[in-house]
């Protein structure tokens, strides 16, 4: 996730005791061994977690994966565990899954949870956003943790680029606020909050923020009862999906349409010089600039005699959440039902929603469109279908139930079955791969640099599991699949219906969790440094102590259970005897595994 230089140069930072209680930095001991030879020294790193939100207590005492450690008391089944491992902002990583004090606790459940390379962000059960990290902070050295930026919207998914958070509330709309404390200060020039349209009260006594932000709104007026239901944000672009399948995009700086991702070429960007007025950019893939592409410019002002590079004064910065301040329909997707839209890091991907086919425009140099060996161009700026049943023998039936996208890799749900006349159809799911495989996040036990037919990702592809309700064999099916941007992945198994789709109402002890790919960082959470090339299971020691873990399992089974009281993180009391379950995400170099709650 971060390079050695700065690692060392972290820790040279950090060996200096702070003062000061709560999310304050630890000194690190030193061990200086000392022989006939000379000097040697040896740092014993007990590393704090992802942007410095561990406690004193937090830190655990080093334990061997070989053996079961001395459990710890059994916990409550109210009690809720956050765990992260993996790198921490070019500081220190975490060989294993350590709890995070500041979002755990009795009835503690989060809606979402995301990290970046220098800042994250999650939703608590009320709906408010939290975000902490070096890169929010400005500075290396501040001590403290999650901090409340965006209150009382309900909101329900994150989408983190570099310098903006993108947040979706449950009534479908769209909100974006600064990755950078610094820049969320209220000015003159930028007021403070709004009023709530389902709050009659707030009209005479329009709610305030301390926080600057903006709601992003459809550049054509949705229809009636039509609403924003889910968001991926990539590395510089923005996608978007309605309740009625229709598919939105909208540029996060200036290198938004570099390989075609954006699927469209013109929008109106607001300008500077005026709250009310917009200026009509191009977005021109710099890859379709010809052998002058990276002396291209990204953008150009649309002139009828001329086009130019604007001046820097002509749009907002690329790091200013006003820079683009609307979604705009896909022109190609039209008229196409979407049931999902998820953004790589410079390509997006669209699922139809009745037959699972999957369309793929952006960049492809790793062949993470999935077009296939013969298709050797290196970008694709129209929307295309991505053939899946190559992957299978002649007379198969394919569907895509699911994508999942992050880096230069894409990873497909699909399922498969041969009909055969007068027999009930006998459905396989497999977990299909492609993009850059260099670090083994392929999954299919190579190293390949580029990979352009799909390939099925070993042990989690093909499975069955004898049901002894209807004496019958089922599939079993990722629940979860998440993809990083560095290169690793997660996926938690389930059992599945006859169909093939995962069974959410199956009675079950839990569901593996399975990782692989880049472990530069730890953030497979193995406790050794080594890449995967196979899906793997995580190892249940680190979280023994919880409620209902056995250390006889050898691997995590996620559990799902209902909770007396579910809190938010201020502790407030948001439901009673909900269902909350756990589930992982991949994060940038990291890895966690929290409860979530649906709200």
Not at 119 to 125: E, I, M, N
């Amino acid at each position: 996730m971060f390079s050695r230089t700065a690692r060392l140069a972290a820790v040279r930072r950090t060996f200096s005791t702070q003062a000061g209680s709560g999310y304050a930095r630890r000194s690190i001991p030193l061990l200086v061994a000392v022989s006939a030879t000379g000097v040697a020294a040896a740092l014993a790193l007990s590393p704090p977690l992802y942007a410095d939100i561990l406690e004193k207590g937090d830190v655990p005492a080093k334990r061997s994966l070989k053996g079961t450690a001395a459990a710890s008391p059994s916990k409550g089944k109210d009690e809720l565990d956050t765990f992260v491992w993996g790198s921490n902002n070019d500081s220190y990583d975490s060989k294993l899954p350590t709890p995070l004090s500041k979002l755990s606790g009795v009835g503690t459940a989060l809606r979402d949870l995301a990290f970046h390379e220098k800042h994250a962000a999650c939703v608590d059960a009320s709906g408010n956003v939290y975000q902490w990290g070096d890169g929010f902070f400005g500075d290396a050295s501040n001590t403290d943790g999650p901090v409340l930026t965006l209150k009382g919207k309900n909101i329900v998914k994150l989408g983190l680029s570099n310098s903006k958070v993108y947040a979706l509330s449950k009534t479908g709309r769209i909100y974006a606020l600064s990755a950078r404390k610094a820049a969320q200060a209220v000015t003159s020039e930028r007021p403070a909050g709004e009023g709530s349209w389902w709050n009659p009260v707030s009209w005479m006594w329009p709610e305030k923020s301390t926080v600057d932000f903006i709601e992003v709104l459809p550049d054509s007026k949705l229809e009636r009862g039509e609403s924003f239901v889910s968001i991926s944000a990539g590395q510089s672009h923005l996608l978007a999906l309605t309740s009625s399948g229709r598919s939105f995009a909208a540029p996060i700086s200036s290198a938004a349409n570099s390989h075609g991702q954006l699927g469209l070429r013109k929008v109106k960007l607001p300008s500077p010089a005026s709250s009310t007025s917009t200026i009509e950019v191009q977005f021109e893939p710099k890859a379709a600039s010809g052998p002058f592409a990276k002396s291209a410019p990204a953008i150009r002002i649309v002139n009828p005699t001329t086009q130019t590079a604007p001046a820097p004064n002509e749009t907002q910065t690329d790091e200013s959440i006003r820079y683009c301040d609307k979604v705009f329909e896909i022109p190609s997707l039209r008229g196409v039902h979407i049931g999902q839209l998820v953004a790589g890091d410079r390509a997006s991907y669209a699922r139809t929603k009745s037959e699972g086919r999957v369309l793929a425009w952006g960049a492809n140099e790793y062949g993470q469109m999935g077009l296939g060996a013969a298709f050797l161009l290196q970008y694709v700026t129209v929307p295309t279908e991505v053939v899946l049943s190559r992957a299978y023998p002649a007379g198969t039936t394919t569907e895509c139930t699911n994508i999942a996208a992050g880096g230069d890799m894409v990873y497909f749900t699909v399922e498969s079955s041969k009909p055969v006349p007068g027999q009930t159809p006998n459905v396989t799911v497999d977990l299909l791969a492609a993009g850059m495989g260099q670090f083994g996040s392929l999954g299919n036990n190579m190293y390949t640099q580029s990979q352009a037919s799909p390939v099925r990702v070993r042990n989690v592809s093909g499975l069955k599991e004898y049901d002894e309700a209807t004496k019958t064999t089922r599939a079993l099916a990722p629940t979860v699949i998440s993809a990083s941007p560095t290169n690793h992945a997660a996926v938690i198994m389930g059992l599945a219906d006859n169909s093939g789709k995962p069974n959410k109402n199956a009675a079950r002890t839990g569901g593996d969790v399975m990782l692989w790919g880049s472990n530069t960082d730890y953030q497979l959470g193995l406790g050794r440094r080594s890449n995967m090339a196979v899906p793997t299971p995580l190892p249940v020691e680190p979280f023994v102590g919880g409620f209902g873990v056995d250390p006889t399992w050898g691997r995590l089974l996620t559990g799902e259970r209902k909770v007396s009281v579910v809190r938010d993180l201020e502790g407030n009391a948001v439901g009673k005897n909900k269902t909350v379950e756990q589930t992982v995400v991949a994060g940038w170099g990291c890895t966690a595994v929290y409860w979530k709650v649906t709200p």
